[in-house]
């Protein structure tokens, strides 16, 4: 029996024979039996762990009629019908909101394979455009950097919907794309291709150069991405040249809303690509200075550009005092600034070797760029992520340490709290505070903007919890 979006005797009957299998979340009674049920508002459950309000979200301000239900796929009914119900009733609490649902808590709901799924969610909302036969540029950067990596993903995501798509790369430091890598490959078929007509041109950059491609003749949305509370001042004239601007967090929107951008603002999460992990026995990796890092300890790690920003020397200063009573722990950081010339990789290399005593002995640096293996091997190798960032757009790196599995402590500020989840136990304490320590990286950081500081005490005991958790 086929389930259609005419179904909804069919779920009637159903919740009718399982009176004790539900619980309705509702502002006042109703009967089951008159509600509307449409195949778009039942999603089942199955990936109940990392089920963010990110994707509730997206629920919820996607379905247009009708009553939501949640389905069980495969979880004891007890776990299930706990953690859902307090998934639901935490999101209602911080977005101030209330959404009648139904949360069916056995897992033997009949056709549970014609529902879209909660993992799925993301996937199928991160590409907005989805026509055949029209024309899309994309102008974005090329390379490694964050910009660089979520414009590569949303190109290859086109590609395989099929949309007729045409990337100008911007080329801003000599970082390279990676050949052996598929979304890197899928963005590269597309590198210049020549398009019989131009519906939508998306300018994925900084704002500061938008005046250079958004015109008056077509049909143009901007991307870019900020850390802290407010804008560069300079950034909202540019961002306001488009009718369309989008934003990868909730976190963003609220920022460009309120630092003066009228363009309508989407919210449009960067894409996940899907990678099996290594195992870790067969991965083999050496430091900057040739030393093989070893792979019988708890591995810390993080990856990110040498600045204030993202507290990289924080993070050296925790995980140094926790390695004093912990021996048999490392950290491992990925690093640059600005470039990967000699120049910058002397300077990381000095900056850390200030902090600590013990380079290459329980702190490892890696500073060359790194294929899309390598990357995947440094997931695959380490326990746990930290990142004690100010502030993140996004957060591409925290992003993809969470879905490859791996336990994560970043501050609990700013968009990454989207996909982890307020609740989510990695996430350190934080004070507000004016933005400092940025004026010789890049003059758009300003003191009249803010971020969160994070309690360093704090990420010293969620990460020796981790420690402790073997998590």
Known sequence: MIVTKHSSDNVQRILAKSGNSFVILAEQRFSVETEEYNQENIFVVDDLDHLSHMTLRLIFESYKSGLLMFINSTYDKKKFNTLMVNKLLSYYDTYGCFYNAIVYFDNNFPFKSFYTTTSDVLKVTNSTFNVKDKG????????????????????????????????????????????????????????????????????????DIW?????????????????????????????????????????????????????????????????????????????????????????????????????????????????????????????????????????????????????????FLILNNLSNREILSLHSFCDCY????????????????????????????????????????????????????????SNNYSSDQEWGYPDLDHAYELMKKCYDDKL
């Open 136 to 207: 899309l540029l994309y102008i974005g950067q090329y390379g490694t950097c964050g910009y660089a990596s979520a414009a590569k993903g949303y190109i290859a995501d086109y590609v395989l919907k099929g949309v007729n798509i045409s990337w100008k790369p911007l080329k801003f430091d000599n970082s390279k794309n990676d050949n052996n890598y598929y979304v890197d490959v899928l963005a590269e078929s597309v590198v210049d291709k020549k398009l019989d007509n131009i519906d939508l041109t998306i300018v994925h950059s900084t704002p």
């Open 211 to 363: 005046d250079r491609y958004i015109k008056n003749d077509g049909r143009y949305v901007g991307y870019c991405t900020w850390e802290t509370n407010k804008l560069p001042t300079n950034w909202v004239d540019k961002i306001n040249l488009a009718s369309e601007v989008w934003v990868p967090s909730y976190f963003n929107k609220e920022c460009f809303v309120n630092s003066g951008v009228k363009s309508d603002i989407k919210v449009v999460p960067h894409i996940w690509h899907s990678q099996p992990r290594f195992n870790k026995s067969d991965i083999t990796i050496k430091d900057c200075f040739g030393k093989i890092i070893p792979s019988d300890k708890y591995t810390f790690y993080s990856i990110g550009e040498l600045n204030f920003r993202k507290g990289i020397e924080d993070l050296v200063k925790v995980f140094d005092k926790l390695n004093d009573s912990h021996p048999d722990t490392q950290l491992v950081l990925k690093l640059h600034y600005k470039t990967y010339d000699d120049t910058s990789l002397v300077y990381c290399i000095d900056t850390i070797r200030k902090l600590t005593s013990k380079l290459s002995e329980n702190i």
């Open 386 to 441: 930290v990142s004690l960032n100010k502030g993140e757009g996004f957060g591409l790196t925290i992003f993809d340490a969470h879905h490859h599995g791996n336990m994560v402590v970043t501050t609990g500020y700013s968009a990454p709290v989207e996909f982890l989840g307020k609740d989510y136990k990695g996430l350190v304490n934080y004070k507000l505070n004016k933005v400092s320590g940025m004026e010789s990286f």
